[in-house]
Structures are given as C-alpha cells and as structure tokens.
C-alpha cells in the first residue's frame, strides 16, 4: 500500500468519526504513536494525516498536550455560494450525455447561474483529484456530480462530506453512493429492469439472460429487478446466463463479446443494462450465425439513437434524457434555496417497441427440440 493510501485511512477514519459524532469539539485524538500501531504505519505518516486535517480546521494540535477536535463555532455562518455550478461528469461526448448535460447547463442559465464542467472519465482517481482541488481553492460552487463506479468501495467519500460540512449544496445524477446522505436525481433502476425482463415473460419466454454492469449500482440495481420478475413469474434464474461487465470490458469490446455470447446460446431473450450493450451484442451475434430477434430477443435501456439505429432496431426502456437533466438542475436550484429540502427523484421507464423483441414462438420450439 502507498504511503497517500495510508494517510488517507487515517483521515478518513478520524474525519468519519467527526462527522458522526463520535467525536466532538475538544475532543481529544489517540496519540500518533496509538495511531501508528493500530493502522501499522510509521509516525511520519500519521503526522502527515494530521497536518491534512489541520490545515482544514478539522484538528488542532496543542504541543505538550496532545491533538484535539477543533471546536466549531457555534452557529457558523458559511461564505455565500457562488453563482456558478460545478457538474462533474463520467463523459460528454457521446452516447446520452450530451442531452443532459445541455439541459442541466440551460435550466441553470434560467436559474441566474452559469456552469463549468469537469469530467472523471469514470475513474476513481480523476474524482479525488477534482474534488481536492475543489476543497483546496475553497471553492464555493455547488456540485452537481455523477458518481464514479458507484457499485464499489469509494476512497473520496470523505471528500464530499468535507464539502457537506463547508455547507457546499450536493447533489447526485443517475447513480449515487448509498454511504452518504446527499440526494439524487435518476431513472428507478429496479423498476427498469424489472419493466425490461416482464416485457420478454410476456412474450412467452423464460430461458431470460441478462447482461449488466457489475461497477455501477445502475447495473446491480437493474440486476435486481430482473430477479423480481422472474421469481414472481416463478421462472428460475440461472446464473449461467448472467453476464456481468465492468467499465473496462466496455471499452474493449473484443475481449468479452465471445464471453457474452457463451452465456446467451441458451436463451431465446436477453435484458441488456443499456443500448450500447445491445448494439454490441448484435453485432457479434449476427457476425456468430445468431439471428436477432428470431434466435434471440433482446430488451435495452435508455432509448438512444443507438436504439433506433441499430442494424435490428432496438425494444428499450426510455431513459428521460434531457428531462433528467431539467429536473437535476431544479432540484439544485431548489437545494441552495432550501439546503433542507427533499431533492431526491427517480422516473419510471416505459417500453419503447421496437422489432428486436418477438414471441417465443414454433421456430423457437422447433430449434430446442432439436438439441
């Protein structure tokens, strides 16, 4: 483990145990030497950690006498937010996001605030380097922010509730960490797989695989309405035919098609955790001899022009696009006016019909019979 790892267990340790209020102001901290021994580290790095902390007023060292909690002011009163937003994104380029992101920035505009966006690529390190640096230059912006990989452990949580603490208004799109109390605006994620996966039941079939993103909660979420359906159909799930992806399979795509079509050639349908997933699929499939959707059916998300372009156009549950990126921005704007306020919303995803979806029918039948 590097030596930044080490430190940041230790302010993240002390600084969670502040913030829940195990630890208040006068406190005073274990010694550098108790530290040491009970995360096994030299003394230079703790000491390291608590100048982080006191540099943020977090901690205030008293020599000859120990480290305590610094004690806050009693009814503090944070400098005024500035009237720019900061939106931090995984990508802009492609795909959904420039249709949210453009909304955000206009029902921003109409608000009386302008916006910057920054983007994390969807990398764990990139989101700790922006928020650093936001916590660093004591910037005073609102964040808007869509979480990185937000199915896994995250080192940066103690970042944002030092921002929570600074009085910095946060709020969370299409995912958010299940850690922090910060509200969140995206699609019912259990809702959609679950829309996806009844819709193929009520075509008649059964032998339903499903192919989700297993680093993000969107594809955990979408996973578990899928195991809805099917058990209230009293339909078994096999685990052979769930595929499960990370966003770095995603980018290359060769490495894990011949994976995912192992785990379809014994369904007759497939619920895919978005479209550019189900693009993929058919392409490879169709390139193997498998026919969409008369070999196998296929049910997306997010109603992209992906969907309706694909070489057999795509049945998808609708994402909200740029509705979502309104609705994020109002409940920004209602978040710095009433930091109080329930700002949380997810929409429902309705099915989009396309032709890549038909009855589990005779030539299907046919085909088992037949092995």
Known sequence: MSRAA???KVTEWIYNRIVSGELSGGD???????????????????RHAFAILEKEGSIIRVQGS???VKEQEGS????????????ITTYADDYIFPRILQAMVRTLGRGGYSSRIMFTNN?????????????????????????????LPNPNLSCYRRLQKAGIPILFFHSYYPELDIPHVGMDDEQVGRAATEYL?????????????????????????????????????EGKRICWIDTQEMRESLTFSQRI???????????????????????RAQAAGIRIPQDLSLVSVDNSELARLNAVPLTSVAHPHDVLGVKAAENMLG????????????????????????????????KESKT
């Open 6 to 8: 080490k430190y940041q």
């Open 28 to 46: 005073r901290l274990e010694s550098e030497n108790e530290i040491s021994e009970l995360f096994q580290i030299s003394r230079q790095t703790v």
């Open 66 to 68: 120990g480290t305590y």
């Open 76 to 87: 503090r009163e944070y400098p005024p937010l500035s009237r720019t937003v900061t939106i």
């Open 123 to 151: 990398q764990v390190e990139t989101e700790r380097s922006l928020l650093e640096g936001l916590l660093k230059s004591g910037s005073r912006d609102p964040l808007i922010v869509e979480p990185v990989m937000s199915a």
């Open 201 to 237: 039941i009520a075509q008649g079939h059964t032998r339903i695989g499903g192919i989700f993103k297993a680093d993000d909660g969107q594809g955990r979420r979408r996973y578990a309405g899928y195991l809805q359906a099917m058990r209230k159909a009293g339909i078994k799930v």
């Open 261 to 283: 079509l192992e785990r379809m050639k014994d369904c007759s349908a497939c619920v895919c955790y978005n479209d550019e997933l189900a693009h993929l699929l058919t392409t």
């Open 335 to 366: 978040l710095i006016t009433d930091p109080g306020g329930d700002a949380t919303f997810e929409f429902e995803g309705e099915i989009e019909s396309r032709r890549s979806v038909v009855p589990y029918n005779t030539t299907q039948k046919e």
